[in-house]
């Protein structure tokens, strides 16, 4: 977080600083598997996913939450989020196809827009929309959070 935000800085409209994950390896796979617990064959087994017809394995849908929680926890401070929820859209590859000869690796690109700022309990709030896609705009998940502001 670069400045402190207060309910007078932040208008609706605003847009949260934009976010861009460092690219996902099999690394950040493996690892958040056994973090989470979430072993299931579809995070890891080229054998088993090609069974189904995917051309390969997927990013659990957690990890590209938590991908967006960094985003948030950027802007705001972690101690101020009162709420954090999102709706998944779309399955996110260790790989995106940019074109049909171009591979690279995926990045999350994550967004948002205040919507809305209110008094709640006497604490000064705002909600934000947000967004996480691919760099081809392919979105992974919509939603939103509530953060407290001095």
């Not at 605003?14 to 994950?21: G, K, L, W």
């Not at 705002?126 to 992974?140: F, H, L």
Request: net charge negative.
């Amino acid at each position: 977080m670069t400045k402190t935000l207060t309910y007078e800085s932040i208008s609706v409209g605003d847009a949260m600083p934009t976010f861009i994950s460092d690219p996902i390896t099999r690394t950040h796979l493996v690892r958040y598997a056994g973090a989470s617990g979430d072993f299931n064959p579809l995070h890891h087994d080229e054998t088993f996913v090609k069974l189904f017809g995917m051309p390969r394995v997927i990013s659990h849908g957690m990890f590209v939450m938590g991908i967006v929680g960094q985003a948030i926890t950027d802007w705001i401070d972690d101690k101020n989020l009162r709420k954090f929820g999102v709706r998944f859209s779309g399955m996110t590859e260790p790989m995106d196809m940019d074109d049909q000869n171009s591979k690279e690796r995926a990045t999350i690109v994550v967004t948002g827009t205040v919507v809305e700022k209110y008094e709640i309990d006497g604490e000064k709030v705002m909600r934000c929309e947000i967004n996480a896609a691919d760099k081809q705009g392919s979105v992974k998940l919509t939603g939103s959070f509530v953060a407290a502001l001095s």
